[in-house]
Every structure is written in structure tokens, then in C-alpha cells.
């Protein structure tokens, strides 16, 4: 294993591990990530239920959470986004859920892949393309 094989199994350890320990203890979220050789580091995205609050303690939670994982791969931290709206993941991207999530339909997510922004050069705006797709729990 040369010196980047190694680099990226040490940043991909640590990005599961610190998913894997966020949704066991917010299981209401769900997590998927790669690497990209394009942007030369991890892609972090993740969906939460639509009735999260903007006062729920789980956003200080999960900014916690993306300062701890950039502050350990501090030369090469991930990009994060929500609903892969700042970027796209492939199919082959790696799911991180609670155990408790039996009833999440790995569909649903690949579905939110087809949608995002792009930057529109010509018109300077970011231009929404896709059908927006919101993860939410079954009842």
C-alpha cells in the first residue's frame, strides 16, 4: 500500500467511525460518502427527517461533528452537504445508518442524487435542476 492508499484508508476510518457514532446516537439522520478524485477528498452528504426544527439540538450536534472530523483530517477534511445539494454522490457511495433504520428505502436517496444546483455562468445564479426529494421516516 503506497503513501495515498494509506492517506485516504486513515481519512475513510475516521469518517466511518465518526458516522457510524453520530447516527447511533441520532438515528434520525443518514449519512453517505466517497472519495473523489476529481475534488481530491471525501464527500460527505447526509438527510434528515423534514420535521427537524431549526432549533433542534442535533444541528450543534452535527456542526460538532464536522469539526471534529475536519480537525482530524485537518490537511484534507471532506466537503459536507445536505441532500447532495452542493454536490453529487455516485451509486457506489458508502451508506452510514442507524441500525434502527430498517425501514429507510435506500432509493429514496439515490433519488435526492438527481437533483442539486449547478452555477450558470452565463446568468451568474445557481440554477436548481432535478425533482427535489426529502427523506422522511414512515410513520
Same mark, same amino acid.
Given at each position: ?16 467511525? /465518526?458516522? +457510524? ?5 441520532? %438515528? ?5 460518502? #466517497? ?13 434528515? %427527517?423534514?420535521?427537524?426544527?431549526? #432549533? ?5 450536534? *452535527? ?6 472530523? #475536519?480537525?482530524? *483530517?485537518?490537511?484534507? %477534511? ?10 453529487? *454522490?455516485?451509486?457506489?457511495?458508502? *451508506?452510514?445508518?442507524? $441500525? ?6 435506500? $432509493?429514496?436517496?439515490?433519488?435526492? +442524487?438527481? /437533483?442539486?444546483?449547478?452555477?450558470? #455562468? ?8 432535478? /425533482?427535489? $426529494?426529502?427523506? /422522511?421516516?414512515?410513520?
Amino acid at each position: 500500500m503506497n503513501m495515498e492508499e494509506s492517506s485516504k484508508t486513515y481519512m475513510e476510518k475516521v469518517i466511518d467511525e /465518526s458516522l +457510524q457514532n453520530f447516527v447511533n446516537s441520532h %438515528p434520525e439522520i443518514i449519512f453517505r460518502y #466517497e472519495y473523489s478524485d476529481l475534488m481530491d477528498c471525501y464527500l460527505i452528504s447526509y438527510v434528515l %427527517p423534514e420535521n427537524i426544527s431549526d #432549533e433542534d439540538v442535533i444541528w450543534d450536534n *452535527l456542526s460538532d461533528l464536522k469539526d471534529s472530523i #475536519e480537525d482530524a *483530517l485537518r490537511d484534507n %477534511p471532506p466537503l459536507f452537504s445536505r441532500n447532495n445539494i452542493v454536490f453529487t *454522490l455516485s451509486s457506489n457511495a458508502k *451508506l452510514v445508518k442507524s $441500525q434502527l433504520q430498517s425501514d429507510f428505502d435506500e $432509493q429514496s436517496f439515490i433519488l435526492i +442524487q438527481n /437533483s442539486g444546483y449547478y452555477f450558470d #455562468e452565463n446568468n451568474d445564479e445557481q440554477v436548481f435542476f432535478g /425533482s427535489y $426529494q426529502v427523506y /422522511s421516516k414512515a410513520a
